[in-house]
């Protein structure tokens, strides 16, 4: 296959004053560079850039819609380049002492994990505000930092052995708390949109649990299966919190409902249903609490199976065109787009298929059978150059504040103070991101 997809991951990024997600980015890295398209159909998908210099790109981050792009090449896996992909510049790059796994950020923090180690970085000008040594080993550079800036909590690993989850102040420098959340190690983490509930997986994927935040208690427990140990690839949030999504090597997604279990009201207190979970809740308190807490989980809302296991898949969940949709990018250079019920759930129905590299073998041959429509050869993406030789979108000044956001406000519009950091910063300012050939922490 000629691309190889190392990371595949999802952005949302809040651009109307009334809190409505209406615009989501995909960015994806491939042999040859790497990708950033643009979701605001669902029968579109627009490639906005496409970046051809760096090769063997496995990490790709953009900072929301902003100009910011990271990008890790596995040939320089010790480094890291920050980009301003509309004007084609490298910003800055720094190196570390062992492989980056993961970079995360906000519009106020950029956190690089290592294997043994997690660097904090203050984004308005990549200075190194805390170095967090001698990590439990995490191999795969499992973490999570909140997209809300007025906290940005960030999430990794507490212990090599079980899965315990640190919660850490990336604002304030200081830990939160400890959270003792699986027996086995972690494999999945994910904050939703406002850092109050952080969601977990281990290594066993049986379990799927969710905690507030600061505190740490457990607030719910889904249980996505019980015959097989299945690898969790992703869990995502809906942008209000409502919905949990996960997706493993297996070919089925499942979608939890956040909502707490209490005293049925009106026709429900005589139904059946209601009976049987009555009978099952009181039941629960004569037996262990291995077994109690087995039976109080809860099972999927709503599920996707998808025609192929054994992939690595990504999942997230998101508004586009004013309704709930699940996106599922997989290895194979594929994204399917669901219809979500919020209402009564049950199993989503494909609404569309992009393709993000490569032709469909068997699109001429067959109609999906589900009806959906099955987009062409993948487009053609502006190139390096072609993109840094865009005109301007608009004036730019060094006193600025917040971001320079594609497909942003119209002119007149206002866009919400929590979209932007406090204080000025200007991604096209050369000031707040000066050119560094190589900076080592």
């Not at 980009?83 to 490298?90: L, N, V």
């Not at 730019?396 to 917040?402: F, K, M, V």
């Amino acid at each position: 296959m000629f691309y190889l997809i190392y990371l595949l991951f999802f952005k949302f990024c809040i651009l109307s004053y009334d809190n409505c997600i209406c615009c989501r980015s995909l960015a994806l890295g491939t042999r040859t560079g790497y990708k950033l398209f643009s979701l605001t159909m669902v029968e579109k998908l627009d490639c906005i850039h496409e970046s051809v210099e760096t090769p063997d790109v496995y990490i790709v981050e953009r900072l929301f819609s902003s100009s910011l792009v990271v990008v890790v090449s596995s040939s320089i896996p010790l480094r890291m380049y920050i980009y301003h992909f509309k004007k084609g510049t490298e910003i800055c790059n720094y190196s570390y002492p062992n492989n980056i796994l993961a970079v995360k950020l906000n519009r106020q923090r950029l956190v690089v994990c290592l294997e043994e180690s997690i660097y904090i970085h203050n984004i308005k000008d990549m200075e190194l505000l805390q170095t967090l040594l001698n990590t439990p080993p995490n191999p795969s550079g499992l973490c999570a930092l909140s997209v809300n800036h007025s906290n940005s909590y960030l999430a990794y690993p507490g212990s090599a052995t079980i899965g315990e989850i640190v919660v850490y102040d990336a604002n304030n420098l200081t830990t939160v708390t400890l959270i003792p959340a699986h027996d086995s190690p972690l494999a999945a983490l994910t904050f939703n949109v406002s850092a109050t509930r952080l969601a977990s997986a281990s290594e066993k994927g049986t379990v799927i649990r969710v905690f507030s935040i600061p505190e740490g208690q457990r607030l719910f427990e889904f249980r996505r299966g019980m015959k097989r140990y299945v690898t969790i690839s992703s869990l995502s949030f809906s942008p209000d919190g409502q919905f949990l999504c996960a997706s493993s090597n297996t070919e089925t997604v499942h979608i939890f409902k956040m909502e707490q279990t209490g005293p049925s009201r009106g026709d429900e207190d005589s139904s059946w249903g209601a009976y049987v979970g009555k009978m099952f809740s009181t039941a629960s308190s004569y037996f262990p609490a291995q077994v109690s807490g087995m039976m109080s989980q809860d099972r999927a809302f709503a599920t996707v199976h998808l025609l192929a296991s054994g992939q690595k898949n990504i999942c997230t969940l998101a508004i586009v065109q004013k309704l709930p949709r699940l996106l599922v990018a997989t290895a194979d250079g594929q994204l399917f787009i669901y219809n979500l019920d919020p209402q009564d759930g049950g199993e989503c129905v494909l609404a569309q298929k992009h393709r993000l590299f490569g032709v469909d073998e068997d699109q001429a041959e067959v109609s999906d059978p589900e009806g959906s429509k099955v987009t062409g050869p993948a487009q053609t993406c502006p190139t390096y150059a072609a993109t840094a030789a865009l005109p301007a979108t608009g004036p730019i000044t060094a006193t600025l504040t917040g971001y320079s956001e594609d497909g942003g406000a119209k002119k007149g519009e206002i866009i919400p103070e929590h979209e932007f950091a406090a204080g000025p910063v200007c991604l096209d300012d050369e000031n707040e991101f000066p050119p560094v050939s190589i900076q080592k922490c």
